[in-house]
């Protein structure tokens, strides 16, 4: 009887070890749409997010924008994704990570400031803004599985 209770322990146990492992976390983004600017106009877009980068590095955000005339760049918030942007040949976007704007003003106006500057186009295949709460269990797991904490304040 006593191995038989020791194999449900050790079963349990084991489930609750594979559903950590395995749990979908999800981080949600509203992705907004622009029409392509030239790669002089991005080269000055992308100097201007480095410069914001360096000007706030002692709040915790950092940049992440690849070799020099890279299309692409994005900001983190102490490691937690705020904001990517890419301009493609095709089509310029922005990806808005769930709660960037309130983890970091910094980034929003940067943010609010380019987009004055851009032409809307097309729009994306779900049109909802991201959600700014994480649930309690998706927190957790980012948290602690994945490396993300989601709290982090970078104001």
């Not at 976390?25 to 100097?47: C, G, N, P, Q, W």
């Not at 990806?95 to 940067?110: C, E, L, N, Q, T």
């Not at 609010?112 to 797991?141: H, Y």
Request: with cysteine; hydrophobic share 45%; glycine share 8%.
């Amino acid at each position: 009887m006593k191995s038989l209770a020791s194999f449900f322990v050790v079963a349990i146990i084991l489930l609750c070890g594979l559903g950590w492992v395995v749990y979908p976390t999800t981080f949600e983004a509203e992705l907004r749409t622009y029409r392509t600017i030239s790669d002089d106009e991005f080269s000055l877009v992308r100097k201007e997010a480095m410069d914001l980068s360096r000007a706030t590095a002692s709040k915790g955000i950092r940049i992440v924008a690849g070799e020099p005339g890279s299309p692409s760049f994005g900001f983190y918030c102490k490691g937690v994704p705020l904001l990517f942007v890419d301009n493609s040949s095709i089509l310029m976007t922005m990806s808005i990570m769930a709660g960037a704007d309130a983890r970091a003003p910094d980034v929003m106006h940067f943010r609010s400031q380019l987009e004055a500057r851009l032409q809307p186009s097309g729009a994306p295949l779900d049109p909802r803004p991201a959600l700014d709460q994480f649930g309690l269990l998706n927190s957790i797991v980012l948290k602690y599985r994945d490396g993300i904490d989601v709290a982090q304040q970078c104001k």
